[in-house]
């Protein structure tokens, strides 16, 4: 991969994985197994890259890579990493994109409101909301 083809996954990568990484732990319930899930989309994305269409939006190709992992890895575990069925995925998946919008605006305000909070209370709420 070239170092103009790097910078743009990176680039892409950045932005889309709060909303990957969400709808994944929303799919996959195990936060280890959730872990390994998007670590291995990243991974296919990577390897993946130079077949990516860049007149479409990236999360949403992102977003059905994410989708194949999950139904892989459910697949190949006898001990499923959720318990939800394919159609439950994939609607999960659709219900996902419609509110990825506002949960990018939600993420802004709560960087905005952060500025104003300090020290223990900033803490708590990192805690809350960008740890959990």
Same mark, same amino acid.
């Not at 949403?60 to 939800?84: N, Q, V, Y």
């Given at each position: ?17 709060? /909303? %990957? ?11 280890? /197994? ?15 890259? /130079? ?10 190709? /992102? ?6 992992? %999950?139904? =892989? ?8 990493? =959720? ?15 419609? %509110? ?15 500025? =104003? ?16």
């Amino acid at each position: 991969m070239s170092d103009p083809s790097q910078e743009q996954f990176t680039r892409l990568w950045t932005a889309a994985h709060p /909303a %990957i990484a969400g709808y994944v732990s929303a799919v996959v319930t195990d936060p280890h /197994a959730a872990d390994d899930v998007l670590q291995q989309v990243a991974l296919t994305l990577l390897r993946k890259f /130079a077949e990516y269409d860049p007149a479409r939006p990236f999360t949403a190709w /992102a977003m059905g890579m994410a989708k194949t992992a %999950i139904l =892989s890895e459910r697949r190949d575990r006898a001990r499923a990493l =959720s318990r939800l069925r394919p159609a439950t995925v994939e609607s999960l998946e659709q219900v996902w994109q419609e %509110i990825l919008p506002t949960v990018d605006a939600r993420r802004g305000a709560l960087n905005e409101c952060l500025r =104003s909070v300090s020290g223990r209370s900033r803490e708590l709420v990192v805690l809350r909301y960008e740890e959990a």
